[in-house]
């Protein structure tokens, strides 16, 4: 006797007709926003790494949790552009805090108006105050409404300081994009004879020369884990 495939837990939403999507939903409702930044990320890493390790990591996430998967927002405000004393000033995208603050609050009411009992926005960029705007909207969105539970974190608040620290194109984020897209990775163009600077090469925490996809799997388990968790706590309530 033939077994019939089992029904998907999982989707990538753009890319679903309407009764894949009714299907997932009906067992999982649960969106995942991937907001992301085109920012320089030295010469060793793609423009868009923000968005592509948290499209990657929510895809890993909805295939443990189920749900649907949004494409990413490539929209920042607070990007390298504006840093001042940095000569990176080209290859990045810097919108204004007003612009993020309304499309947030219209992407969250949209989501919540389809339904979804839980929506996790997965933030790859953590400049200040482009974090905190999309922070704030998650929760006026949960004051707004009851029924849809606004998540809104990054990955390395949900992993513990020892494995992964808050950086820039540095150790945590080049593995995880090693991991997710490792054709968007060249460390042979980091400087061999001296540990990467944020002046000389916009990168900022750990020294990304040491970086991998195996580390990048270590981290993204240890975020699937942390992360499955809150949205499991969310659904409860």
Not at 124 to 147: F, L, M, T, W
Not at 182 to 188: A, G, K, N, T
Not at 203 to 210: A, E, I, K
Request: charged share 20%.
């Amino acid at each position: 006797m033939t077994q019939k495939p089992s029904a998907p837990v999982w989707g990538r939403y753009e890319r679903l007709m309407p009764a894949e999507i009714e299907a997932i939903f009906a067992r999982h409702p649960v969106a995942y926003l991937p907001w992301g930044a085109l920012e320089y990320h030295g010469k060793h890493a793609a423009i868009g790494l923000d968005g592509l390790k948290a499209h990657g990591l929510c895809v890993e996430l909805a295939q443990a949790a189920g749900g649907l998967v949004l494409p990413p927002v490539y929209v920042a405000a607070n990007t390298m552009k504006g840093v001042k004393d940095l000569p990176f000033k080209r290859h990045s995208l810097d919108f204004s805090e007003a612009t993020l603050r309304v499309l947030v609050r219209e992407h969250l009411d949209q989501l919540a108006d389809e339904g979804f009992r839980v929506v996790f926005v997965l933030c790859g960029h953590v400049g200040q105050p482009h974090y905190d705007i999309i922070k704030d909207e998650a929760a006026q969105c949960n004051a707004r409404q009851s029924r849809t539970r606004v998540i809104a974190t990054s990955e390395t608040d949900l992993l513990p300081k020892e494995l992964v620290i808050v950086n820039h194109a540095a150790l945590g984020e080049v593995s995880f994009l090693m991991h997710t897209d490792p054709d968007c990775v060249d460390l042979s163009r980091l400087p061999a004879d001296r540990v990467p600077t944020l002046e000389e090469d916009a990168v900022w925490g750990p020294d990304p020369r040491p970086s991998s996809a195996d580390k990048g799997r270590i981290y993204a388990a240890a975020f699937v884990t942390a992360a499955q968790k809150l949205i499991a706590t969310a659904l409860a309530s």
